[in-house]
């Protein structure tokens, strides 16, 4: 079992950074590939970043490859996304996922934190 909790969503101006944290429970959280995916009002929930369990592999949707970075600390069983460059469409609620190779499957959701993004 793995609990997600994430933090550091808010609001921000356009081309401002924010960076996103996930904490995670449980002793078998380095074992899974993490992940972040996003929900805008009206749409459904897509992918943003992933990461392989050992951090050797990172992945990205293109709508936001060479802006965010996605990284994990697995003595702090933590995974991170670094966010730049925001634009009013990045405004969603994110979410923190761990689950099967490559996030085909997603096994653990975590509660969502906005981020609002101002024009």
């Known amino acids: 079992q793995v609990q997600l909790v994430e933090s550091g969503g808010g609001l921000v101006q356009a081309g401002g950074s924010l960076r996103l944290s996930c904490a995670a429970s449980g002793r078998t959280f380095s074992s899974y590939p993490m992940g972040w995916f996003r929900q805008a009002p009206g749409k459904e929930r897509e992918f943003v970043a992933g990461i392989s369990w050992s951090g050797g592999d990172t992945y990205y949707a293109d709508s936001v490859k060479g802006r965010f970075t996605i990284s994990r600390d697995n003595g702090k069983n933590s995974v991170y996304l670094q966010m730049t460059g925001l634009k009013p469409e990045d405004t969603a609620v994110y979410y923190c996922?761990?689950?099967?190779?490559?996030?085909?499957?997603?096994?653990?959701w975590g509660q969502g934190t906005q981020v609002t993004v101002s024009s």
């Open positions: 996922a761990a689950g099967g190779r490559r996030l085909q499957r997603v096994d653990y």
